[in-house]
């Protein structure tokens, strides 16, 4: 019989804390050389609203990004990788629990994320990432942008992480400046927003002055790797930007030809090109797997030249066609991952398994964990386990992929004063390998495969418990 812990507690103790320098067989089975070396140091560098087509190793034609491009040439370009909703708050979810969103309850229909005046948060009983690694003696830091509750009980050190440093939710939320919505985004200042910038659980300044806050997150990021340097350490590094308001520091502002979107862009990489400098000063490139890709989609349409590009994918943020939910994604790790670009699926949900896999830390085997172990495409020794992404849009499963293949059962702009849900019956269906941009419906001449992933469907939704919705808690006043 299946143990079922009533609290992340019960599940740490049952771990146990491990020891941060045993080898454990599933990491040595993957990589000969990594025998005889530390447990591998992890960072995920985690944007908000970064485009599938924004970096220059994706085709961009005016947004320098050296550093990232040198990242995936000297590690892996993943070209079919998504996250678990096309909105922050579950995707982040998502990405540190490796659970669909709709399990934890965080996600809505109504609200799409959490707000200032939210009540809910990631609930306690979810294990996240940060500390399944405690188990293992990782020291644990989140940096940047949180978005999973803002109250005392949801903060990052209330999840793992021994160290917080960033703002709790949107840099767009705390809106105090009654401005005309054009004007304050083409023109922002910082102080139209009232974020907090907080360090653990304290609010160090408000508001936030988000021209320094890419450096500064850098800033942090660095001290902590120097400070942890002799010990296994889990960054988890949620960069504010390219999440409008744009704020770029002086030094790259009117830099790039991209114009305000470029620089935040160019100044991303930059500071990731910092990172990478440290570990390699450090000497530490050799035990540490970086990861970096990005929450959602680009907000392309509302804001316009502001927002990113979801280059040839079609539709952007909040929306379930690809443009919304395909991400770049890097993996860099010099010495053992095989280098190269993956074309096999992959999601930010197989980032926890991959991780727990990689350093011997117990999966929790109490409920459902929808991430795979991706330790076979990273290491050259076989495809992707993935072969189904569930595209949900709020509590409502919009689109389903399996394989080449991808049925959509409704279809809805991202954003949109009129926008309207269509209902698709049969379902639409493409081809993703040959039209990436999904311009062809092919479901009358497929229905054999529509039939095949309905059947996908109906054994999800037989085993899918959907969690106490945290977002449309608010605040009582």
Same mark, same amino acid.
């Given at each position: ?410 279809? !809805? ?7 309207? &849900? #269509? /209902? %698709?019956?049969?379902? @639409?269906?493409?081809?993703?390998? +040959? ?12 229905? !054999? ?7 996908? &469907? #109906? /054994? %999800?939704?037989?085993? @899918?418990?959907?969690?106490?919705? +945290? ?7």
């Amino acid at each position: 019989m299946q143990k079922v812990f009533s609290s992340r507690r019960d599940f740490l103790r049952t771990a146990g804390l491990g020891i941060a320098y045993t080898m454990v067989p599933q990491f040595l089975t993957c990589s000969k050389s990594i025998r005889k070396e530390k447990l591998p140091n992890i960072i995920i560098i985690f944007c908000d609203d970064l485009g599938y087509g924004d970096l220059g190793i994706y085709g961009h034609p005016t947004i320098k990004t050296p550093n990232l491009d040198r990242m995936a040439l000297e590690g892996q370009k993943w070209t079919n990788f998504y996250v678990a909703a096309s909105v922050c708050t579950p995707s982040r979810a998502g990405i540190l629990t490796g659970r669909l969103p709709i399990r934890s309850g965080m996600c809505s229909s109504k609200r799409r994320v959490l707000f200032p005046d939210s009540a809910g948060g990631l609930p306690e009983s979810e294990i996240t990432l940060a500390e399944v690694l405690k188990t293992k003696g990782y020291k644990t830091a989140c940096i940047g942008k949180w978005h999973l509750g803002h109250l005392p009980r949801y903060l990052p050190t209330k999840n793992g992480f021994d160290y917080y440093f960033g703002i709790p939710y949107s840099n767009d939320m705390d809106d105090v400046s009654k401005l005309p919505w054009k004007q304050k985004f083409w023109n922002p200042k910082t102080e139209y927003w009232n974020v907090p910038l907080m360090q653990n659980e304290k609010v160090i300044e408000r508001p936030a002055e988000q021209t320094s806050l890419t450096k500064r997150y850098t800033d942090e990021t660095i001290k902590f790797i120097k400070n942890n340097k002799n010990n296994p350490f889990f960054i988890y590094l949620a960069h504010t930007m390219p999440h409008v308001p744009l704020f770029a520091s002086k030094n790259f502002q009117n830099r790039s030809l991209r114009g305000l979107y470029g620089d935040v862009v160019e100044e991303i990489d930059w500071n990731v090109g910092r990172i990478l400098r440290t570990l390699n000063d450090l000497k530490l490139s050799s035990n540490t797997l970086v990861i970096f890709t990005s929450d959602n989609g680009p907000w392309w349409l509302t804001y316009k030249e502001l927002g990113g590009s979801a280059g040839l994918l079609r539709g952007g943020k909040g929306s379930t066609w690809e443009g919304g939910m395909r991400e770049p994604a890097i993996f860099w790790w010099p010495g053992h991952i095989k280098k190269g670009t993956i074309t096999d699926i992959g999601s930010t949900m197989d980032i926890f398994t991959t991780i727990c896999k990689l350093t011997g830390a117990k999966i929790p085997d109490d409920r459902i964990i929808d991430g795979v172990d991706l330790r076979p495409v990273l290491f050259g020794t076989g495809p992707s386990p993935r072969k189904t992404i569930f595209y949900y849009r709020g509590t409502k499963l919009y689109a389903v992929r399996k394989g080449s293949y991808k049925a959509h059962f409704f279809t !809805e702009p991202g954003y949109g004063k009129n926008r309207k &849900v #269509k /209902k %698709h019956n049969p379902p @639409l269906l493409f081809n993703l390998e +040959q039209d990436p941009s999904e311009r062809f419906d092919i479901s009358k001449e497929h229905p !054999e495969i529509i039939a095949d992933i309905l059947e996908t &469907v #109906k /054994k %999800h939704k037989a085993k @899918l418990v959907i969690g106490e919705n +945290q977002l449309e808690k608010i605040i009582k006043k």
